[in-house]
């Protein structure tokens, strides 16, 4: 079956740099999700998108913004790098169904991106 | 807010015991709740919810949870442990958004 596709898996940036996650979400899925996972710890949700609107946010920094396309494919946009950035960048992809209205939803993961900020 | 915890940082278990993974929740109305799994620089994988009705829930690779209300957990079960189950086990709710537990490092051991 297809899953979460990620691009791309790993990614070193400088100080002050900008970087371009990308995530491919499985076929017919319509809402995508971001999540930060910093070394040894949860992850956190970052933003959410339904039928390309942004539909929550979570602790993004300003830094950072985020995009659903026609396509549904998303992008994850992050400038002015700080080391604290270093991080597994998840994301994640789910079918609203009408039930819970999204919160029944099951949401499938991306392998991740494995950012590193020198 | 919604908000699970995980009690145990470790679980460390003997190959073909029975594995258990604490979870306990505090939820405001119906409780969504997700068990994944996380294995060495991987992604998370789904391994069952509860939404509503049966308190006990059936999952991937011979995982089962119990849901109890009266005790607000979530515990993820197994019967007989392999050593291949090693791995990162996370609790979660949803509220349109997945809030995770700390973690629990699972290690089974031959």
């Known amino acids: 079956a297809a899953g979460v596709i990620q691009s791309p898996r790993h990614l070193i940036k400088e100080k002050r740099e900008t970087a371009t996650l990308k995530c491919y979400p499985i076929?017919?899925?319509?809402?995508v999700y971001w999540y930060q996972q910093g070394p040894g710890q949860d992850p956190q949700f970052l933003i959410s998108?339904?039928?390309?609107?942004?539909?929550d946010k979570g602790s993004i920094p300003d830094r950072f913004s985020a995009q659903q396309f026609s396509d549904y494919h998303s992008e994850l946009n992050m400038s002015s790098l700080e080391l604290g950035d270093s991080a597994l960048y998840f994301c994640?992809?789910?079918?609203?169904?009408?039930?819970?209205?999204?919160?029944?939803?099951?949401?499938?993961f991306g392998p991740g991106t494995r950012l590193t900020v020198l | 807010a919604q908000s699970v915890a995980q009690p145990e940082d470790q679980v460390n278990v003997a190959e073909g015991n029975p594995l258990t993974v604490k979870c306990t929740y505090s939820?405001?109305?119906?409780?969504?709740l997700f068990w994944y799994v996380q294995y060495p620089n991987r992604g998370l994988q789904f391994l069952l919810k509860?939404?509503?009705?049966?308190?006990l829930v059936k999952g991937s690779y011979g995982f089962e949870a119990e849901f109890n209300k009266s005790q607000t957990s979530f515990h993820l079960k197994k019967p007989s442990a392999l050593v291949s189950d090693s791995a990162l086990y996370f609790c979660?709710?949803?509220?349109?958004?997945?809030?995770f537990g700390a973690g629990t490092t699972v290690t089974v051991r031959a």
């Open positions: 509860y939404i509503t009705g049966d308190n």
């Open positions: 076929p017919r899925h319509d809402t």
């Open positions: 998108f339904y039928e390309k609107m942004q539909s």
């Open positions: 979660a709710v949803n509220d349109y958004k997945l809030s």
């Open positions: 994640a992809s789910s079918t609203r169904t009408s039930h819970g209205g999204g919160r029944t939803d099951t949401q499938y």
């Open positions: 939820v405001s109305g119906n409780p969504y």
